[in-house]
């Protein structure tokens, strides 16, 4: 049942991503992960609720993902109250960490205005499910890389062993 509801929860506060972004077409957020790195999406947020924080296009157009981040963690700090909880270059990577999107995005949608429609709820429902890739899947690829590069370098210092063992004094 706390699956389920943590599900909506997500569901609900992606169609509020969604629909806040909406108006802003370098953002496409279809995920808590990816969807983040590049920075757009916090700022587009952000803006589409106050443009009067800051000049959109400057910010998407002349900036870096990780100063993208900063500007938008910044700008929410100064101006909503909202902690700087996360690092940019924690988030600017191909895939930054679920939970801490999900705080991040959940703290601004509790001092932002919260209007859902059904038909964004419905979008969300529709979006493909590998575009939803979980942090579970992600973590997956990576323990199996990090197993073969163990697997790697053991092997290569049983022969460099072997190498030292066998070599005449």
Same mark, same amino acid.
């Given at each position: 049942m706390a699956g389920l509801q943590q599900t909506n929860s997500e569901m609900i506060l992606l169609s509020w991503v969604r629909q806040s972004?909406?108006?802003?077409?370098?953002?496409?957020?279809?995920?808590f992960t990816t969807s983040w790195s590049d920075g757009l999406a916090f700022n587009a947020l952000l803006h589409s609720h106050r443009p009067d924080l800051f000049d959109w296009n400057i910010v998407a157009s002349q900036q870096s993902p990780v100063q993208r981040l900063d500007h938008?963690?910044?700008?929410?700090?100064?101006?909503?109250?909202?902690?700087?909880?996360?690092?940019? +270059?924690?988030?600017?990577?191909?895939?930054?960490?679920?939970? $801490?999107?999900?705080?991040?995005? &959940?703290? !601004?949608?509790?001092?932002?205005?919260?209007?859902?429609?059904?038909?964004?709820?419905?979008?969300?429902?529709?979006?493909?499910?590998?575009?939803?890739?979980?942090? +579970?899947?992600?973590?997956?690829?990576?323990?199996?890389?990090? $197993?073969?590069?163990?697997?790697? &370098?053991? !092997?290569?210092?049983?022969?460099c062993s072997k190498m030292v063992v066998s070599l005449p004094t």
């Amino acid at each position: 049942m706390a699956g389920l509801q943590q599900t909506n929860s997500e569901m609900i506060l992606l169609s509020w991503v969604r629909q806040s972004t909406r108006n802003y077409p370098q953002v496409n957020v279809t995920n808590f992960t990816t969807s983040w790195s590049d920075g757009l999406a916090f700022n587009a947020l952000l803006h589409s609720h106050r443009p009067d924080l800051f000049d959109w296009n400057i910010v998407a157009s002349q900036q870096s993902p990780v100063q993208r981040l900063d500007h938008a963690f910044n700008i929410a700090r100064q101006h909503l109250g909202i902690e700087k909880l996360l690092d940019p +270059e924690d988030v600017a990577t191909a895939c930054p960490d679920k939970k $801490s999107i999900l705080m991040y995005v &959940t703290s !601004l949608f509790q001092v932002l205005p919260q209007q859902v429609t059904m038909e964004a709820i419905r979008e969300v429902e529709m979006l493909p499910r590998h575009s939803r890739v979980t942090r +579970e899947e992600h973590i997956e690829v990576h323990e199996q890389h990090f $197993s073969q590069e163990v697997s790697f &370098t053991f !092997l290569l210092s049983s022969c460099c062993s072997k190498m030292v063992v066998s070599l005449p004094t």
